[in-house]
């Protein structure tokens, strides 16, 4: 079954002075102030489309780390992802960096390194990101 997710924005005012509210309508768990210079020069107290892509990418590569970590035979105890991803005014979305830390039970280094690039090259996000690079540091807690 396919799950469709919807969020809103609802924008007032031209780019450089205008301001808005990015709501996540399916889940109506956040609302989030939204504006140009919080995309452009980073404003305190307001996100920007590329924190929401980089939520996105670390929830879902934490999903897909987990996965496979489990089909490995070594669950992991946790994962902290985080995803930063950057944004160049003029150019667009630059890239996704992934940085990992994982306590994981039973694990090589070697094997722990293969499944965190296997997660980045097969999470859904990563998938839909395929037009900018995306590069992983991951390492065991």
């Known amino acids: 079954m396919a799950v469709t997710s919807e969020a809103t924005t609802l924008w007032f005012g031209d780019l450089e002075s205008g301001k808005g509210t990015t709501s996540l309508d399916t889940s109506d768990a956040a609302e989030f102030p939204v504006t140009w210079a919080a995309r452009s020069q980073g404003v305190a107290g307001k996100t920007n489309p590329e924190e929401l892509i980089g939520a996105a990418h670390s929830a879902c590569y934490s999903m897909a780390f987990s996965g496979i970590l489990a089909k490995n035979g070594t669950p992991p105890e946790s994962l902290q992802v985080t995803a930063a ?21 039973g694990i090589s280094e070697e094997d722990f390194e293969r499944l965190a690039e296997d997660a980045k090259q097969n999470c859904p996000v990563s998938q839909a990101l395929t037009g900018v690079p995306i590069t992983l540091e991951a390492s065991l807690a």
């Open 85 to 105: 991803v950057t944004f160049q005014p003029g150019e667009g979305i630059t890239g996704s960096h992934l940085l990992v830390s994982a306590k994981v039970a």
